[in-house]
Nanobody, 118 residues
Framework: VQLQASGGGLVQAGGSLRLSCVAS????????MGWYRQAPGKQRELVAA???????NYGDFVKGRFTISRDNAKNTVYLQMNSLKPEDTAVYYC?????????????WGQGTQVTVSS
């Protein structure tokens, strides 16, 4: 599976961006897709995740500002980010996770840079 992330850019504090992640294969049966981020010198952290039943999970720092969604017909997962803060500056990666009886497989997109200026 290949993942293509897009939508990053430079935005002022308080602004919005929408990230998109397009998968090369159908995601309709994929139970876990998510967005992670990594800032310089920091560990990669979960931003948001969504299941096949559209149950969502967010990092504590999101606090209602971001919304993850998926469009199975387009093999795409979105991350709508509002009220952006300078501390949201990071490279954002989309993630697709599959499970077999014996292993968990993670697939990553190439990352898209989000820079929030103060």
């Amino acid at each position: 599976v290949q993942l293509q992330a897009s939508g990053g850019g430079l935005v002022q504090a308080g602004g919005s961006l929408r990230l998109s992640c397009v998968a090369s294969e159908s995601i309709s049966s994929i139970n876990y897709m998510g967005w992670y981020r990594q800032a310089p010198g920091k560990q990669r952290e979960l931003v948001a995740a969504i299941s096949s039943t559209e149950t969502t999970n967010y990092g504590d720092f999101v606090k209602g500002r971001f919304t993850i969604s998926r469009d199975n017909a387009k093999n795409t997962v979105y991350l709508q980010m509002n009220s952006l803060k300078p501390e949201d500056t990071a490279v954002y990666y989309c993630n697709l996770r599959t499970y077999t009886p014996y292993a968990r497989n993670d697939y990553w997109g190439q990352g898209t840079q989000v820079t929030v200026s103060s």
